[in-house]
């Protein structure tokens, strides 16, 4: 693959702006990575990153042992996202993310450490998971701290709303789970409710879930804590 296909592969985003869908182009080699962060794409891109494509994802084609798949979406900086790798290694793990600096920095670490059970894509969710995601063919998926949108007026913008939950859902195997967290307990209370509409759901808790031992805990969580944030967690399982 040559520089222009990698850089131009990864700088193209599709993003949903109302009802029609826009591509943005994002130009890597122009100032925005740095010469070592272009090295990292070009040495690890091929094998731990993949691009989006219109058609199904082949799982065998991303990871060299089968294993149930975990989705991770909005993995950040990718510390959450590497450190499940390595608790739970009987799951393959694929992240989504749209910040570049993160996604790069995850690159790397997932290249150095060599982890053959995490692949990441630089894309909108929404059209990784509509396009790419067969149906009924993930284990779990993990949304940690969605940005909660707190103005009134941008909660329109939130990612869990039941359109979403509903494309989730159809992607879970039955008794597949989607796992979410979040500092924001309005939001948090907003979602277990609006969950109640999805027939495809269950809440075996009811209402929010207890701690979950083998999530880490963030720094974005610790700074949460210290600002004596409620921490909520929510577990919906496929029925």
């Not at 990871?63 to 608790?87: C, H, K, N, Q, S």
């Not at 793990?93 to 990441?120: C, H, P, S, W």
């Not at 707190?150 to 329109?156: C, T």
């Not at 031992?213 to 919906?236: D, H, N, Q």
Request: charged share 30%; hydrophobic share 40%.
């Amino acid at each position: 693959m040559t520089d222009e296909e990698l850089f131009d592969g990864l700088g193209r985003i599709e993003t949903r702006e109302g009802k029609e869908r826009k591509i943005k182009s994002y130009v890597l080699r122009n100032n925005v990575l740095t010469d070592k962060e272009k090295e990292t794409v070009r040495r690890y891109m091929p094998r731990y990153g993949f691009f989006f494509r219109d058609a199904p994802l082949d799982y065998s084609s991303l990871f060299p042992t089968p294993r149930p798949v975990i989705i991770e979406i909005g993995f950040g900086m990718g510390d959450t996202l590497r450190e499940m790798a390595v608790r739970r290694p009987e799951f393959n793990y694929i992240g989504i993310e749209v910040f570049l600096q993160g996604f790069v920095k995850t690159l790397k670490a997932i290249g150095d450490d060599d982890m053959d059970n995490v692949r990441i894509i630089r894309f909108d969710a929404v059209e990784v998971l509509e396009r790419m995601i067969p149906e009924g063919s993930v284990e779990g998926f993990h949304i940690f701290f969605p940005d909660p949108w707190p103005k009134k007026r941008h909660h329109k913008r939130r990612l869990m709303q039941l359109p979403f939950m509903h494309l989730l859902a159809s992607r879970l195997r039955k008794g597949g789970y989607i796992y979410m967290v979040t500092d924001w307990e309005e939001y948090a209370e907003e979602v277990v409710q609006t969950a109640q509409a999805e027939p495809m759901l269950g809440n075996p808790f009811g209402g929010f879930a207890p701690p979950v031992a083998w999530r880490p805990v963030t720094k974005f969580e610790r700074k949460g804590m210290e600002k004596e944030y409620t921490i909520s967690e929510i577990w919906l399982e496929r029925q």
